[in-house]
């Protein structure tokens, strides 16, 4: 059981926009800034979104993330084939540990 | 450009000593980075397993504390990942990777290794 909840899957259509949520608690999200990653298959994580919303340099701005409180959220907008990928947050947990969520499957319809 | 390289042992024995070690090059071990050790079971997600600062403090996922060390060889520039009493559920693929804190509360992983599969069989 992850620290942080994910929906296992999500979709859509090329050129829409989707979103993925992110729950955590008070100890993590609620109190520690969210990152984002992308992996596709056979690949190692990449990082496309840090300190909630900023994106490293090579990212495209179809990619934002946001956070609320306890919660977060992955945005891609303009959706293309190439991100069709599982998609992980993560943040640090005020009791001394990195925690992820369990992933959401992204599929491009 | 920062790159991270991990190596070790593909087949481990139950009851047995996982040891990994990864080869950074493009920043230094002795930066003012933390250095994470991650891992991720076929077909799962991702499982933070601890993390290093050079001087040697350490944080580990209170799951695995008991059976991990992690060191860094500084002359090396390599970090080293040992996790004891190994069995199947420790089969993954473990990466090493770059951690960033641009504030205490401001923890992510920028740079990542390729991963290594490391599985734990007869």
């Known amino acids: 059981q992850s620290a942080l909840t994910q929906p296992p899957s999500a979709s859509g259509t090329p050129g829409q926009r989707v979103t993925i949520s992110c729950f955590g608690s008070?100890?993590?999200?609620?109190?520690?800034?969210v990152s984002w990653y992308q992996q596709v298959p056979g690949a190692a994580p990449k990082l496309i979104i840090h300190t909630n919303d900023q994106r490293p340099s090579g990212v495209p701005d179809r990619f934002s993330g946001s956070k609320s409180g306890t919660s977060a959220s992955l945005a891609i907008s303009g959706l293309q084939s190439e991100d069709e990928a599982d998609y992980y947050c993560?943040?640090?947990?005020?009791?001394?540990?990195?925690?992820f969520g369990g992933g959401t499957k992204l599929t491009v319809l | 450009q920062v790159q991270l390289q991990e190596s070790g042992p593909r087949l481990v024995k139950p009851s047995g000593t996982l040891f990994l070690t990864c080869d950074v090059s493009?920043?230094?071990?002795?930066?003012?980075?933390?250095w994470s050790w991650v891992r991720q079971p076929p077909g799962k997600g991702l499982e933070w397993i601890g993390e290093i600062y050079h001087v040697g403090s350490t944080n580990s996922n209170p799951s695995l504390k008991s059976r991990v060390t992690l060191s860094v060889d500084k002359s090396k520039n390599q970090l080293s990942l040992n996790l004891t009493s190994v069995t199947a559920a420790d089969t993954a693929v473990y990466y090493c990777?770059?951690?960033?804190?641009?504030?205490?509360?401001?923890?992510?992983?920028?740079?990542w290794g390729q991963g290594t599969l490391v599985t734990v069989s007869t």
């Open positions: 008070s100890s993590n999200i609620g109190s520690n800034t």
């Open positions: 990777a770059r951690g960033q804190y641009s504030s205490p509360s401001d923890f992510y992983l920028d740079y």
């Open positions: 493009g920043d230094s071990i002795s930066s003012s980075n933390w």
């Open positions: 993560s943040a640090w947990d005020d009791r001394l540990r990195g925690v």
